[in-house]
């Protein structure tokens, strides 16, 4: 029975609209989450099944191998020596260091390149002294001295293995496709429980997103490194551009928006690192989640005016407005007290038959994708289904964070780009915390502490009213708002959760 001091929210107009809005907003999740269903159909449909691997090319094509970078002195030299290991003719290779940084990273960069130019490496150092359009803009202008008819991307944390070139340029013998995306892994996914629950989001986004979008005829995007373009499908689809945060989505739909297909290949593994600490994971989720929105006011009207199938536009519209989610996520978090007081005198005969279907259709798909992604990676049903809880808490504890993102996106064009702190950690005692480059820190914490103790007094007010099935639920937005609020505020280095045990 709801408190008299609540009975305001029982009068019929109130509960009319709490209860449309409170319904409304979940039931939109759940066809978000109902399409993460559609993605797991479509890989077991059709993205399994191995691809062809072409013969060698009798003439291997002339590839430009171009490594942006910006204050990156401790996985910088890392890269370049991965580089220079290249398995491909020398003759044909050209590798551009794209360099805007600021601090010593420039001398070690220039150092390290004269060592492998006296080696015989075909590499250069091009510096600019702004770093104006940011990544986007390094590209650019790397590009305009190029002389590959391919171009391979790579961040300064990627580690490509030495046959990378080797797998990769052959399927561009297909003269239709534009772009080929491999399969990102992580070297530090063992490190902490944060990384490892960074690892099996990424896994879900290459292996069950990317594969079912590539193999059913979907668009789906390069992903900023780890790929080598066609340069002409770059120019034709009018270059890198920096008025989103995330030029290579705004790339890659321009791109396929002009006729090229995109291949993904999930058998070739790039090795790349993941922040250590939340709030540099925090500050590239918003940086992606920003970059994606403004790519959808950008692109979005232009794909559904297309002459493309309709599964192609329903695909890139759930794809490009996804990240919407996080703002309806918060507005169902503010609007889950009222409409317990207005269901717990009205509606509890029917809670089991309105809400649990919605619910389900909002969460057990994201535990169905992601144990799937798992399960790609060989790892059996059990253990697959173990990281689902984590997740989900960490999904919904991201809402806050990327809800601003959401909005910053929605009214802003580009922006500065942030990059991730990278550290060249890939062992669980090594220590990080030491070393320069610090994640900027945001004040979304006080909303996410102010979520922490809005759902707590929900869970009391839940028990005490005998809302037992409603207590999951409000303990799964609980749980996500208050682990990212303390792991917040916790001093540098600790915030990475519980230290993997070597």
């Not at 509960?15 to 269903?37: E, F, K, N, P, S």
């Not at 500050?283 to 009207?301: C, D, P």
Request: proline share 4%; glycine share 6%; with cysteine.
């Amino acid at each position: 029975m709801v408190d008299p001091s609540w009975r305001w929210l029982l009068e019929p107009s109130w509960a009319l609209v709490i209860l449309a809005l409170y319904y409304l907003t979940l039931g939109i999740l759940a066809l978000y989450g109902l399409h993460r269903l559609l993605l797991v159909t479509l890989y077991w449909r059709h993205a399994r099944r191995p691809l062809e691997i072409p013969a060698e090319p009798e003439t291997w094509p002339r590839v430009t191998v171009q490594l942006p970078l910006y204050n990156e002195r401790y996985v910088a030299r890392r890269l370049l020596t991965a580089i220079a290991a290249l398995d491909y003719p020398r003759d044909r290779l050209e590798i551009q260091v794209l360099d805007d940084s600021t601090d010593d990273t420039r001398d070690l960069v220039a150092s390290q390149v004269d060592d492998l130019q006296r080696q015989g490496v075909p590499i250069v150092h091009l510096h600019r002294e702004n770093r104006e359009g940011f990544k986007a803009g390094a590209l650019a202008a790397g590009l305009e001295q190029a002389q590959g008819e391919l171009v391979a991307v790579f961040d300064a944390d990627f580690i490509p293995g030495a046959d990378f070139l080797r797998r990769t340029v052959p399927y561009f013998q297909d003269d239709g496709i534009g772009m080929v995306q491999t399969c990102w892994d992580h070297v530090n996914r063992e490190y902490s429980l944060l990384t490892q629950a960074q690892a099996v989001l990424l896994d879900g986004h290459f292996l069950v997103e990317h594969a079912a979008r590539h193999r059913s005829g979907r668009f789906f995007n390069f992903n900023g490194t780890g790929g080598v373009w066609r340069r002409q499908t770059i120019e034709e689809a009018g270059g890198w551009q920096h008025d989103t945060l995330t030029e290579d989505l705004d790339l890659s739909y321009r791109a396929q928006l002009a006729g090229w297909r995109f291949l993904f290949l999930p058998e070739v593994k790039t090795p790349s690192e993941l922040p250590m600490d939340v709030h540099g994971f925090k500050n590239q989720q918003h940086r992606w989640t920003k970059g994606s929105v403004q790519t959808a006011r950008k692109l979005l009207w232009r794909i559904l005016r297309s002459r493309l199938p309709w599964t192609v536009k329903t695909e890139a519209f759930v794809h490009l407005s996804a990240n919407f989610s996080y703002l309806l996520m918060i507005f169902l978090s503010l609007l889950v007290f009222p409409a317990m007081a207005v269901r717990g005198d009205r509606l509890d005969a029917s809670l089991p038959w309105i809400d649990l279907p919605l619910l389900i259709g909002a969460t057990g798909s994201v535990l169905l994708f992601y144990a799937v992604s798992q399960r790609a990676r060989g790892k059996s049903w059990l253990s697959s289904f173990a990281w689902v809880p984590i997740l989900m808490g960490l999904g919904i504890g991201l809402s806050v964070n990327n809800c601003r993102a959401v909005l910053e996106g929605m009214v802003e064009r580009g922006g500065t780009f942030v990059r991730t702190p990278k550290y060249s950690i890939v062992d669980s005692q090594q220590r990080w915390q030491d070393l320069a480059y610090r994640a900027r820190k945001n004040l979304s914490f006080l909303l996410e502490g102010f979520l922490t103790l809005y759902l707590a007094l929900c869970l009391l007010l839940a028990a005490a009213w005998q809302m037992w099935l409603a207590l999951p639920f409000l303990y799964l937005f609980f749980h996500g708002y208050g682990t990212m609020f303390l792991l917040s505020l916790l001093p540098r280095g600790h915030g990475s959760w519980i230290r993997a045990q070597s």
